[in-house]
T-cell receptor, first 114, second 110 residues
């Protein structure tokens, strides 16, 4: 079966522009996560969706960041008025939501803000 | 929420056993411990998961002492292809927040 897919794989944008990053989770997975990974750094948790529950947005670094998950499947991470410090790889993961849980990661979107 | 501490880097040679230890002093009763492997330009990949004592699969072993305040990932007979970053992850009881450690960069030399 298909794994987690993300698009685009690379995105170059100018400072101040808005960007949308897409994640297609594994079919049937109820949980979806977004992480950010700066060059040479570990993963930084951003947001978590579980089924139809309200998302846990506590990891979002500023109000310029938002995420949606439509129909319990595809998710979009939006960054408004991008800044150079937003440059990073944005990783999406999904899981079955069962206890214990294992996350399956996508290949990531590399965002470069000029 | 439990956070983790790992060595920043480790060196090894092909054929050796490698042990990477992760500290998680504030681990909660319901938390599981999971290890991931990440190659450059790829997302992390699940290696092994455990709750207590010892878990073994075809790739690695995971040792967890009784107090669960640390865990050790053991990779038997590493090869050059095991060169990667290894992350220790402790799951919050509600599975709504995951904190990856800083990761351990393992460099396997010929």
């Amino acid at each position: 079966g298909a794994g987690v897919s993300q698009s685009p794989s690379n995105k170059v944008t100018e400072k101040g522009k808005d960007v949308e990053l897409r994640c297609d989770p594994i079919s049937g997975h109820t949980a979806l996560y977004w992480y950010r990974q700066s060059l040479g750094q570990g993963l930084e948790f951003l947001i978590y969706f579980q089924g139809n529950s309200a998302p846990d947005k506590s990891g979002l670094p500023s109000d310029r960041f938002s995420a949606e998950r439509t129909g319990g499947s595809v998710s979009t991470l939006t960054i408004q008025r991008t800044q150079q410090e937003d440059s990073a790889v944005y990783l999406c993961a999904s899981s079955s939501g069962l206890d214990p849980d294992t996350q399956y990661f996508g290949p990531g979107t590399r965002l470069t803000v000029l | 929420l439990a956070k983790t501490t790992q060595p920043i880097s480790m060196d090894s040679y092909e054929g050796q056993e490698v042990n990477i230890t992760c500290s998680h002093n504030n681990i909660a009763t319901n938390d599981y411990i999971t290890w991931y492997q990440q190659f450059p330009s790829q997302g992390p990949r699940f290696i092994i998961q455990g709750y207590k004592t010892k878990v073994t699969n075809e790739v690695a072993s995971l040792f967890i002492p009784a107090d669960r305040k640390s865990s050790t990932l053991s990779l038997p007979r590493v090869s050059l292809s095991d060169t990667a970053v290894y992350y220790c992850l402790v799951g919050d009881a509600g599975f709504n927040k995951f904190y990856f450690g800083s990761g351990t960069k393992l460099n396997v030399k010929p």
